[in-house]
């Protein structure tokens, strides 16, 4: 049974450039969420997905954008990089009934220059 | 809002040494709590959690926590650690009445067991 996917692994990117990261959830969970997780800091909530809309946001600018195909899988999209965009990437799936329980992907770590 | 906060940041003890990790959050209603685990190169993968009823909650690998709601702690707690125990330690808050399930999550406490 495999876990939290995620794609690509690392990524160099300029700044004002666009990205996109991809996560596919756990088998059979039907939510994903997404965090990034800076150097030194605990993960923060970006926003979740369900039935391809985006149920909830944390406190990120609208240049951070998200989507859910019909499959649960999920990306994350992010424009105009700033330096500040540098971190890892962390996506983690659940079954929305039981959204306490997440389970993690490895993370994107993206480097912004 | 909510916020979460670790005690420590850096802790190096040595194998067999117990360990306890501080966890508060504030927020004044009913809050779910979670402890996750970062082993080097791994996931996080979740330890313990605790939703309600018994305030002594027991995880994997012999790690508990005991919730005390006067104080908005959430102390995780282990005996005696192994040198496998090195890992980034994360203390996790969310609302029970946000069905959505946004974590807050604790900067996160780096333990090193000494051999």
């Known amino acids: 049974d495999a876990g939290v996917t995620q794609s690509p692994t690392h990524l160099i990117k300029t700044r004002g450039q666009q990205v996109t990261l991809r996560c596919s959830p756990k088998?059979?969970?039907?939510?994903v969420s997404w965090y990034q997780q800076a150097l030194g800091q605990g993960p923060q909530f970006i926003f979740q997905y369900y039935e391809e809309e985006e149920r909830q946001r944390g406190n990120f600018p609208d240049r951070f954008s998200g989507h859910q195909f019909p499959n649960y899988s999920s990306e994350l999209n992010v424009n105009a990089l700033l330096l500040g965009d540098s971190a890892l990437y962390l996506c983690?799936?659940?079954?929305?009934?039981?959204?306490?329980?997440?389970?993690f992907g490895p993370g994107t770590r993206l480097t912004v220059l | 809002a909510q916020s979460v906060s670790q005690h420590n940041h850096h802790v190096i003890l040595s194998e067999a040494a117990s360990l306890e990790l501080g966890c508060n959050y504030s927020?004044?209603?009913?809050?779910?709590l979670f402890w996750y685990v970062q082993y080097p190169g791994q996931h996080l993968q979740l330890l313990l959690k605790?939703?309600?009823?018994?305030?002594l909650v027991k995880g994997i690998k012999g790690f508990e926590a005991e919730f005390i709601k006067s104080k908005f702690s959430f102390n995780l707690r282990k005996p005696s650690v192994q040198w496998s125990d090195t890992a980034e330690y994360f203390c996790?808050?969310?609302?029970?009445?946000?069905?959505?399930?946004?974590?807050?999550f604790g900067a996160g406490t780096q333990v090193v067991v000494t051999p």
């Open positions: 605790y939703f309600s009823g018994d305030p």
């Open positions: 088998s059979g969970h039907d939510t």
């Open positions: 927020y004044g209603g009913t809050v779910n």
């Open positions: 983690a799936s659940s079954l929305l009934q039981t959204t306490d329980t997440q389970y």
């Open positions: 996790a808050v969310n609302e029970p009445t946000d069905s959505w399930g946004k974590f807050q």
